[in-house]
């Protein structure tokens, strides 16, 4: 029987713990001090830079780590409110060319967008997310793959009238967007959203709509019957047994929600007709 050793626990107990036991224990403790160490330089580069008048309203003692880290990507991540606006209108100019622009509102990690930026070289991708940590993940799959026509930014999808020109977006994707049951009025999808893409969708344009919510689907169906400029193209309440299914690009909601649970994904297309 291995021998013991008497420790005082973090809240004064005495305790009886092996040798391997008090050498795993102090290998943690290592590990832990090293990353608030870390973290402790970073947060004071944060607070140097004033770069926390970005997110918050006054400056913190630790911010989160993937905020410092955002810093690593200028060329796949914007996050300053000024520097994203002041493109309104000219977003060819910051990607160089005048390929046809595509939006993602709510692209979590990015694996959606990386996809269809990496298979259509010839589109430009802008993606809104508001997590730290997802910003920095897309940011990093992006220039793993030397992606040069995406572009990572923290924004809210109501506000895309601030950074957004008229006619500039030929493509919009929402993916799983929370249903809000009870509250539908909160949801992302409604009249508002469609009195904003009367200005930045360009006639033809498309609102691609993915939801594994059966009412959240019949909603919108019905809701776009009531819009004079736009008209449902395609919907299917089975998208994965469907013909769109081979360029049917999954995102990592939707490769979580096929793994653990049987249950069809719905998708919509609507055109804006004039």
Not at 130 to 139: D, E, P, T
Request: one cysteine or more.
């Amino acid at each position: 029987m291995e021998n013991k050793i008497e420790i005082t626990g973090k809240n004064g107990q005495r305790m009886e713990i092996t040798e391997a036991e008090k050498e795993k224990r102090a290998n943690i403790k290592k590990v832990n001090d090293e990353f608030k160490k870390i973290n402790a330089e970073k947060s004071k580069i944060i607070n140097e830079q004033e770069l926390w008048k970005y997110f918050f309203e006054k400056p913190k003692k630790n911010y989160n780590k993937y905020m410092y880290e955002m810093l690593e990507f200028p060329e796949y991540l914007m996050y300053n409110n000024k520097d994203v606006d002041k493109y309104c209108g000219k977003w060819n100019e910051f990607f160089g060319n005048n390929n046809d622009i595509y939006l993602e509102i709510g692209c979590g990690s990015g694996n959606f967008t990386v996809q269809n930026a990496e298979k259509f070289k010839d589109r430009n991708y802008i993606a809104l997310e508001l997590r730290f940590k997802r910003l920095v993940l897309g940011a990093k799959k992006s220039k793993k793959r030397n992606l040069d026509n995406i572009l990572f930014v923290r924004k809210r999808g109501e506000t895309i009238l601030d950074f957004i020109g008229k006619n500039e977006i030929s493509g919009v994707y929402i993916n799983f967007p929370d249903p809000w049951e009870g509250e539908e009025k909160k949801r992302v999808i409604n009249e508002n959203l469609f009195s904003k893409l009367d200005v930045i969708l360009k006639t033809d344009g498309k609102l691609f709509f993915k939801t594994d919510h059966e009412q959240y689907y019949e909603d919108v169906l019905e809701l776009v019957k009531t819009l004079e400029n736009y008209e449902i193209v395609y919907h299917t309440r089975d998208l994965h047994n469907s013909e769109k299914a081979n360029e049917n690009i999954k995102t990592e909601f939707e490769q979580m929600f096929l793994s653990k649970h049987n249950m069809n994904i719905k998708y919509i297309e609507i055109k804006k007709i004039k």
